[in-house]
């Protein structure tokens, strides 16, 4: 079984600090993990995506995500936040292919970004 | 792009729904999405060149259509209260956990 624990349903930061999503991920094989994100009235975008290669992913606007296998996280991070950035997160860990294809979404993290 | 239609929907319980998306151009899978107010999407299925690739947990009387022409359907019978939703489609280009999906914008039903 699989499943996504996003660990804040809101995160507040202001304009121009450092943000962090908390992402955890149980997997019952090798996991690929994305991160989307979710304007108001707006369909998904991808962020990033960890597909077994480099274990930090670097995606757009800034945003990175480290994926640990240890501590089984796959936690998102920005330098410095934006405006822009308010919005719903989503981390995302899909497994097989075939009949056997699963993709499980966390149940997400609003964002709130303070001028 | 992804393109759904329609943009929202209102149906009253026990009727029939039918929502439309267009894949990116390309792309040979299409996957389905449930999201409720306040929650993540769920997966519902997924269809890869015309066949079922893979189910959440959703009841048979969800059910879904692909076609050659890169256009999908899913239709839901005897709605109920709870299928008051955001519905999404995504598109993709093989059908693999790690391949990349393209959303669309959603289709808003409202069942009452």
């Known amino acids: 079984a699989q499943s996504v624990t996003q660990l804040d349903s809101h995160v507040s930061v202001s304009e121009g600090t450092p943000v962090l999503l908390r992402c955890n991920y149980s997997?019952?094989?090798?996991?690929?993990l994305f991160w989307y994100v979710q304007h108001p009235n707006k369909g998904l975008q991808l962020l990033l995506k960890?597909?077994?290669?480099?274990?930090l992913v670097k995606g757009i606007n800034g945003f990175e995500a480290e994926f640990k296998k240890s501590e089984t996280s796959f936690h998102l991070t920005k330098p410095s936040a934006h405006m822009s950035d308010a919005a719903e997160y989503f981390c995302?860990?899909?497994?097989?292919?075939?009949?056997?294809?699963?993709?499980?979404f966390g149940k997400g993290t609003l964002l709130t970004v303070n001028p | 792009g992804v393109t759904q239609s329609p943009t929202h929907l209102i149906k009253t319980r026990g009727q029939q729904v039918t929502l439309r998306c267009s894949s990116q151009?390309?792309?040979?899978?299409v996957s389905w999405y449930q999201q409720a107010l306040g929650q993540g999407p769920q997966f519902i299925f997924q269809?890869?060149?015309?066949?079922?690739?893979g189910r959440g947990n959703f009841p048979p009387r969800f059910s879904g259509l692909q076609f050659p022409n890169d256009s999908s359907e899913l239709n839901v019978n005897a709605l109920e209260l709870d299928d008051s939703a955001l519905y999404l489609c995504?598109?993709?280009?093989?059908?693999?956990?790690?391949?990349?999906?393209?959303f669309g914008p959603g289709t808003r039903l409202l069942v009452l």
């Open positions: 960890y597909t077994s290669a480099a274990t």
């Open positions: 151009s390309g792309h040979n899978t």
């Open positions: 269809y890869y060149r015309e066949e079922e690739n």
């Open positions: 995504a598109s993709s280009s093989i059908g693999q956990a790690q391949e990349t999906q393209y």
């Open positions: 997997s019952s094989y090798s996991p690929s």
């Open positions: 995302v860990v899909s497994t097989g292919g075939g009949s056997n294809y699963k993709l499980t």
